[in-house]
């Protein structure tokens, strides 16, 4: 008897503890990209998505992907990778934006950013949290998008050049002689006039 | 004697309160801004801007937190951690009609006006708070690329002198 009215003290009190879990907020971050291709020299832009679920305002947010994205293999066009918020209210959503520059072609492997916060303005104890992440992506070479994108008129001069030949040298010869032709018409018409 | 000095330390204090909080204030803002959108359609899936700005006072303090009103919304701006001063504001479109090609004006709210604007309620009220400064956004526009691609131009070239020759072959054969 006793023991049964323990377990259900106990069980309401795990329960009722549980519930102060709520709230407490937690912020979702997103990682993505919105390429359709990734080409190497083009612009590479990522969009970052931070979400704050729950009901309460988190503060001093810090998002680093510095790691993700190493200076020899990216540059840094605009935005930056280390980037800070003071405060993120609830229910709210944030957007940042990075565009960079890769270097090199071929498959590449990306982690996941990293995010500090803090759950109130007094408390300083950091929560740490990552992001989504878009995993092994492959980057073509500025040849390949030219040769499906690019507007191709270098491509079609030359190729106005190489035929010309074909075109030009029959034309020459037609001209030629409808030009003696004609020459011959109207010399006969001509000397028919002044007969 | 005593009185005196009271009524001095009472307008010593007074004065010294009022340098503080108008010091930390930033007087008249100088904004320095560099943007930027997304130029190549056919690359993206959505459009995303941009704008990055730092901030000169007057009396040469810096903002602590800045917000900006976009569609609306009230967000904070983000800060550059390894270079402080900088500040970003980004957005990103799913249709690149939402960032067309022109000057989208993004209000900033710094603390004051941001707490100010927080109380006020009624939309006149809302209106009514002073903004801490604007910045203005310069879409240059998504391209898609060429209007007309060059294999167009092309056929209508070699059409045309296919079109001379036969005209010319057909007055010799008939």
């Known amino acids: 008897m006793f023991f049964e009215r323990a377990l259900i003290f ?9 519930q102060t879990d709520d709230e407490e907020s937690f912020l979702f971050v997103t990682k993505q990209t919105i390429n359709r291709f990734l080409v190497q020299n083009k612009e590479f832009t990522i969009k970052y998505g931070l979400y704050n679920s729950g009901p309460t305002t988190v503060y001093n947010v810090h998002l680093d992907d510095a790691h993700s994205f190493p200076i020899d293999q990216y540059e840094l066009l605009v ?14 959503n944030l957007t940042h934006i990075v565009v960079l520059k890769p270097k090199q072609s071929g498959i590449s492997n990306s982690t996941c950013a990293i995010v500090t916060y803090q759950k109130s303005e007094k408390n300083t104890d950091v929560q740490k949290t990552y992001s989504s992440e878009f995993g092994d992506v492959y980057i073509m070479t500025s040849r390949e998008y030219d040769r ?5 008129i270098i491509d079609w001069v030359l190729f106005t050049a190489m035929a010309s030949p074909c075109i030009v040298f029959p034309f020459f010869l037609w001209f030629k002689s409808k030009s003696k032709y004609e020459a011959l018409v109207t010399k006969e018409k001509s000397s028919k006039k002044a007969q | 004697m005593f009185r005196l000095l009271s009524m ?15 010091g930390q204030n930033c007087e008249s803002p100088q904004f320095k801004v560099t943007t930027y959108s997304t130029q190549d359609a056919r690359l993206t899936t959505e459009s995303a801007a941009q704008l990055e700005f730092t901030v000169k006072c007057k009396n040469g303090k810096q903002p602590s937190n800045l917000y900006a009103d976009i569609n609306g919304q009230i967000i904070p701006c983000a800060q550059s951690v390894s ?5 970003y504001i980004s957005g990103s479109a799913a249709t690149p009609k939402q960032l067309a090609r022109g000057r989208i004006s993004v209000k900033l709210y710094d603390d ?9 309620r009624a939309d006149d009220a809302v209106k009514a708070v002073k903004p801490f400064g604007e910045v203005e956004l310069i ?10 691609p060059s294999e167009f131009f092309a056929v209508i070239v070699f059409g045309a002198i296919w079109w001379i020759a036969y005209r010319e072959r057909s007055k010799i054969l008939v």
């Open chain 1, 79 to 92: 935005g930056t990778l280390s980037a800070k918020w003071e405060r993120l209210n609830a229910g709210a």
């Open chain 1, 10 to 18: 106990l069980t309401i009190l795990s329960v009722a503890f549980g």
């Open chain 2, 112 to 120: 004051d006006s941001y707490s100010a604007l927080r109380k006020a």
């Open chain 2, 8 to 22: 001095l330390s009472t307008i010593l204090a007074f004065l010294t309160l009022i340098i503080l909080t108008a």
């Open chain 1, 148 to 152: 499906r994108f690019s507007s191709h």
């Open chain 2, 139 to 148: 879409c240059s526009g998504a391209s898609y690329g060429p209007w007309l």
């Open chain 2, 83 to 87: 270079s402080p001063g900088k500040y």
